[in-house]
C-alpha cells in the first residue's frame, strides 16, 4: 500500500510544475508537448518499418534466386521504400530530440528566473522574526539553492515519461502479438530496481534536508573565506587554517554519508537491474527458438529483438524518470512549502491618528524575542510630542535598539501598545507609517551601488533624483568627499564591481546619515549612533545641523557620547529592558543617580 502511494505520490507536484511552466511560456510548452509525442511514437515506428525491410529483402532475395533477373530499380523499389522510410523517421526522432533539448534549456532560463523572483518576492513579505528564525533560514536557503531547477526537472521527467510510456505503448502494441507474457516478463523484470530506486531517493532528499545546517554553515565558511569585508581580519588573526579545517571537517562528514548512500544505491540498483537483463535475455532466447521452428519470419525476429531493447531502455528510462520525480517532488514540497509560509497580514489602514499632533507614546510596552528566556524591554512608557528630541542611553544590550525596531513596526509588542497620534501603530497603513520616519541603523548598509543611489535609497520615489541627493548629502556632510571622487555622484561604492570607490568607516556613516535625511516628508527620525565613527568636528557639525532643522519633527537619538545626549529635551536611561531614570540632562545630574555617576566618569576620561 505504502509503496503504491509512493508510486502515485511522484504526480503530487507534477500538476502545479505544469502550470507554473505553462504560466512562463506557452509556446514553449506546447512545443515540448509535441515533441515529446513525436519523440514517443516515432521509435516505434522505426522497429516496425525494420521488419518489413527485413521480410521485403527475404523476399526480395527469394525472388532473384527463382527468377534469375538482375536486380533494377522496380525489383528494388520494395525495399527501398522501406528505408528511405525508415531514415526519414530517424530524421525526425532526431528534430523532435534536438526541439526538446532546445526548447528545455530556453524554458530552463526563463524558469529558473522566475521561480527565483517568486522566492525573493515572498521573501519581501516576511517579517524580520522569520529572517531570524535559523529553521525558516534553512528552509530560504533550500529553496534558493535547488527548487529553481527542480520545476522543469520534474516537467521534463513528467513528459520524458509520457515519451517513453506512449514508447512503450506502441512497443507493447507490437509485442502482444507476439505473446502478452513477453510483455509481462518486461515489465516484472523491471519493477524491483524502479522500487529501490524510490527508495534511495527519498533517503537521499532526507539526508539533504536533515544537513541543511551543515551545508549553511560551509557556505558561511566560504563568504567569510573569501569576501573583502572579512579577510583583512581572518588574515590578521591567522583564521585560515583553523576555518579551512572546520570547512573540511564538514565536507568529510558530508562526503561519509553521501558515499554510503551512493553505494547502497548503484549496488542495489545492479543486483535488481540483472533481473531485468535476465527477463530480456529470457525473451531473447524465446524469439530466436520462435524462429528457428519457423514460427516467426527473419523480418519478425529482427522487430521483436529490437522492440525488446528498445522497450527495455524505454522501461529503464521510465524507471530514471520516476525515482527523479519523486525526488523533485520531495525539493518542491520544499520550495512550496516556503512560497507558502504564512505572513502576518498588514490589518491597518490609518494614514491619519486619531489626536493628529499627539506625537509617539508607548504604554506599558514589554517585548520579548522569540524563544529569549527575559524580555528585552519590560513596562516601558513614554511621549515624545512634535518638536521635541528624546535620547536613550544605557549599557549595551539595555534594549535601546529593540525599542526602534517596536517603534519602526518591524516587531510588534508582546505586551501594552504604542500610539502614533493617539492610534495603535498596528493600525496604520504600514506604508504610512513607514513614509513618516526617517532611519538609521548602528548596522546600517553599504549598498555596493553608486554614492548617488546609496543616498536615494533613503526616499524610493526619489531614488534618481540628483538635486534631493545633493541636498541630502550636504545635510549628512557627505557632499565635501562626494565632490571629490572621480564620478562625483555617479561613482560606483564598494570593492565588488568594476571602478568601485571604497570608504571609511566615517565616510559610510556620512553617507549614511544622508541616506536618512533623504526621506524629507519624515517627521520621526530615528539615529541611532549616528556619529560613532565620525570625527568630532563632523559630529559638533551634525549636531548643530539637527538643532537647527528639528523644528516639528521627533527626535530620537541612541547615543553612547554624553556630549551629544545631553542636548536632548528628554532622556531616557535604560538598564536590563527597563527605564530607571528620566529627565533632561540637568535633572539627571541634580538627581546624581546611575546618569550623573556614568556622566562623570565619561568626563574624567576628557581630563
Ligand atoms: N534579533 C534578536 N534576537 C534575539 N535577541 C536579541 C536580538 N537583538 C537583540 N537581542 C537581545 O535583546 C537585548 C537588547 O538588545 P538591544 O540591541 O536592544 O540592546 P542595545 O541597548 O541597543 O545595545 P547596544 O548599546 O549594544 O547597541 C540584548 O540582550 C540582546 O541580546
Known sequence: ??????????????????????????????????????????????????????????????????????????????????????AGVIAGIALAQRGLSAQQSLLRALLGQKVNVMILEKAGTLSLTQFEDSEFYDKLTRARREASTRPLGLVNKTFSLLQNAISLLSFGVLLIQFSPWALLVLLVGALPAFFSEAKFSGDAFQLFRRRSPHTRMQMYLETVLAREDSIKEVKLFGLEPLLLSRYRDIFHTLYGEDRRLTLRRESWGFVLGLLGTLAFYGAYAWVVVETVVGQLTLGQMTMYLLVFKQGQSALSASLTSISGMYEDNLYLSNLYEYLEQPVASEQGSLTQGAHPGDGIRFENVSFSYPDAETPALSDISLHVRPGESLALV???????????????????????????????????????????????????????LKVGENLGAGDVVAFNEEARWQEAARRGLADEFINEMPGGYHTQLGRWFKGGQELSGGQWQKIALSRAYMRESADIVVLDEPTAAMDAAAEAAVYADFREHRRDKMTILISHRFSTVRAADHILVMQNGRIIEQGSHDALLAADGRYASLFRLQAEGYR
Open 394 to 448: 544605557g549599557q549595551n544590550g539595555s534594549g535601546k535598539t529593540t525599542l526602534i525596531k517596536l517603534l519602526t513596526r518591524l516587531y510588534s509588542p508582546s505586551e501594552g501598545r504604542i500610539l502614533l497620534d493617539g492610534s495603535d501603530l498596528r493600525d496604520w497603513d504600514v506604508a504610512t507609517l513607514r513614509r513618516r520616519i526617517g532611519v538609521i541603523f548602528q548596522d546600517f548598509v553599504r549598498y555596493q
Open 1 to 86: 500500500m505504502n509503496i503504491i502511494r509512493r508510486f502515485f505520490g511522484v504526480f503530487r507536484y507534477s500538476g502545479r510544475a505544469l502550470s507554473l511552466v505553462w504560466q512562463t511560456s506557452r509556446a514553449l510548452t506546447i512545443g515540448l508537448a509535441i515533441c515529446t509525442l513525436v519523440a514517443g511514437v516515432l521509435p516505434a515506428v522505426a522497429a516496425w518499418l525494420g521488419q518489413l525491410i527485413v521480410d521485403s529483402v527475404v523476399d526480395a532475395m527469394a525472388y532473384h534466386r527463382e527468377t534469375d533477373a538482375p536486380a533494377t530499380w522496380q525489383t528494388l523499389w520494395p525495399v527501398m521504400r522501406y528505408v528511405l522510410a525508415e
